[in-house]
């Protein structure tokens, strides 16, 4: 069992990981980072599905007959990228945020609406 | 027990303790720069287990990209945070070990780690791609050929989604000039000419960057026998601009590249991607269709049709991550 | 075994130990910038040891030259490295371990204190 399954197990402990400092963290760097971590941990259960035993990297060669699944690699490949291109979405917003309120703390941000809402 | 579990297991523990050191470090400068060395070391596990275009693209993307704009974000904003406070950390510890567990105890369904005999090897697609690549297409880079032609869609799809990332950041940062300019003192942002004696960085520097941009080029035109495509080439490319603009200063950078002319090739790239489906339309043959493109020899035109797929990827790519880096470095300046 | 696998292996070792005695020094050394020339050791010594003794294994021409491309790439780059990373802290006004009098530190240009 052990050997056979730690790829899941280490992707799980990752996703649990980042899971946490998302959840946990008011800071919103923060949480991209860990949403990266998350990612990662994602993207590692994805190209460990596509291991085979014995092969190699999918590019046909007549030297080799088994080849991991190239599938997978296309998937996350791309979402990689894509994944990039978000956080730093996620970053731009957090650069507004910390103009608007001067933090970048979700929980000072939500005070700061708070007392605003209370003196209008 | 081979030699590649041993690998296996000391990549695996430095990619745990970096996650965990990411975690428990309230210093964000620090987690950002650990955030690279975790991209750096999954990107490690992946050559491993033979994704090599992947490993490829997280070690540009990762280590690169991510946190470059990491860093330009915390020149913005405060490096430090608070501390979490146990009724945050609780709850979310909780939930995080309880689907932690779900997922283990879920895990013992899942078959045996790289066996041949798992659904995803037994599918018949895996052959389809891995046996017809070679005479359909003619190029010897599955995940290219998959990538560009068998899931043609998507990655035009995934372009998109670059293009509107680019955008949105664009509307959101502006092009650097804040409206209201409220701080007296301009203050330092990341890419700040640096000063006259770090001579060794600027001479290294430009004596890369050719290297690196003809690289990138290599990367990109080679991706159909190798390793590469328009994804990598264009982080690498835009890799390659940025050193330039954190060694020699914005301005440099604008001068060489600027973003008027980026913000037409982010849109350049898209075009020139769902170009290539409407010309297929036109010849009579499905969107994305490349069979069409040479009317004597159906595989010659799968070789044009990826070519110019990913000569887009890769414009769209390379100037939607320079974009985005100038958009969050003007911002530093305009200040 | 051929000598050339012997030479290999020899080289291997010294990677191996000047990459150990990095991670030490690293580990163990009291200031920044002792612990930056322990760092340099890893990318410079041993990583260049390393390269060399896995291009005499290869025996195709292809990747021995993509070896030593990487090598070239590694000389140039990594040294500029640790000396970057060395000149911005001593800019930045971090004092070496031993240097006795209060250096005079270096306004950083513009504000980056909040």
């Not at chain 1, 963290?25 to 085979?52: C, D, E, P, R």
């Not at chain 2, 070690?59 to 990209?65: K, L, R, Y």
Request: hydrophobic share 55%; charged share 15%.
């Amino acid at each position: 069992m052990i050997a056979s399954h730690y790829n899941y197990w280490i992707a799980v402990v990752l996703l649990m990981i980042g899971l946490y400092v998302v959840m946990s963290h008011s800071n919103t760097i923060k949480k991209l980072i860990g949403l990266n971590v998350f990612q990662v941990a994602v993207f590692m259960l994805y190209i460990s599905l596509g291991k085979i035993e014995g092969g190699t990297a999918p590019i046909v060669d007549a030297a080799f007959t088994v080849y991991s699944h190239p599938l997978p690699h296309v998937l996350i490949l791309t979402a990689i990228v894509v994944g990039v291109a978000t956080t730093a979405l996620g970053l731009a917003l957090v650069v507004r945020i910390h103009e608007a309120y001067g933090t970048t703390d979700e929980d000072e941000a939500l005070i700061a609406d708070r007392r605003e809402a209370e003196r209008t | 027990m081979n030699g590649f579990v041993w690998i296996d297991i000391v990549l695996f523990t430095i990619l745990a303790a970096t996650a965990v050191g990411l975690a428990r470090t309230r210093q964000l400068f620090a987690a950002a720069m650990l955030s690279g060395l975790f991209s750096l070391t999954s990107a490690c596990i992946f050559v491993l287990q033979d994704a090599v275009d992947v490993a490829f693209t997280e070690a540009a993307v990762g280590a690169g990209m991510t946190t470059v704009l990491f860093l330009g974000t915390l020149a913005l904003t405060r490096s430090r945070e608070k501390v979490t406070p146990p009724r945050r950390s609780i709850p979310a510890a909780l939930i995080a070990i309880f689907t932690g567990g779900v997922l283990i105890y879920a895990s013992t369904d899942m078959p045996p780690f790289a066996a041949a005999d798992t659904p995803v090897q037994q599918h018949p697609l895996t052959q389809r791609f891995l046996d017809d690549s070679m005479t359909e297409i003619g190029v010897p880079n599955v995940v290219t050929s998959v990538l560009a032609s068998y899931r043609g869609y998507d990655t035009l799809g995934e372009t998109v989604v670059v293009f509107t990332a680019a955008i949105a950041v664009l509307m959101l940062l502006g092009r650097g000039r804040p409206a209201t300019s409220a701080e007296p003192k301009p203050r330092e942002a990341l890419p700040q000419p640096i000063q006259h004696d770090q001579r060794v960085l600027r001479v290294v520097s430009k004596l890369m960057l050719p290297f690196i941009l003809l690289f990138a080029l290599y990367v990109q035109f080679h991706g159909d026998y190798g390793p590469g495509g328009g994804f990598q080439a264009g982080v690498i490319f835009a890799s390659g601009l940025i050193l330039y603009a954190l060694v020699f200063g914005l301005d440099a950078a604008r001068a060489a590249v600027s973003p008027a002319a980026l913000r037409r090739m982010v849109p350049l790239g898209v075009l020139i991607y769902a170009g290539v489906g409407f010309a297929t339309l036109l010849l009579g043959g499905a969107f994305l269709d490349y069979n069409v493109l040479d009317a004597h020899d159906p595989a010659h035109g799968q070789h044009l049709g990826i070519l110019l797929v990913e000569l887009g990827v890769g414009i769209t790519v390379t100037a939607a991550m320079l974009m985005l880096f100038y958009s969050f470095a003007a911002r530093g300046v305009g200040r | 075994m051929s000598p050339l696998e012997w030479i290999s292996n020899l080289l291997l070792g010294a990677g191996l130990l000047c990459l150990f005695t990095g991670a030490l020094g690293l580990y163990r050394l009291p200031d920044f910038y002792s612990r930056t020339h322990a760092a340099s050791i890893i990318d410079t010594a041993a990583a260049a040891l390393v390269v060399v003794g896995l291009a005499l294994r290869s025996d195709s021409f292809a990747t021995i030259v993509r070896l030593l491309l990487i090598l070239l790439f590694m000389f140039f780059t990594s040294p500029t490295a640790s000396h970057a990373l060395a000149q911005a802290a001593l800019q930045d006004g971090l004092r070496p371990w031993l240097a006795k009098r209060p250096r005079k530190t270096r306004a950083r240009s513009g504000g980056a204190a909040e």
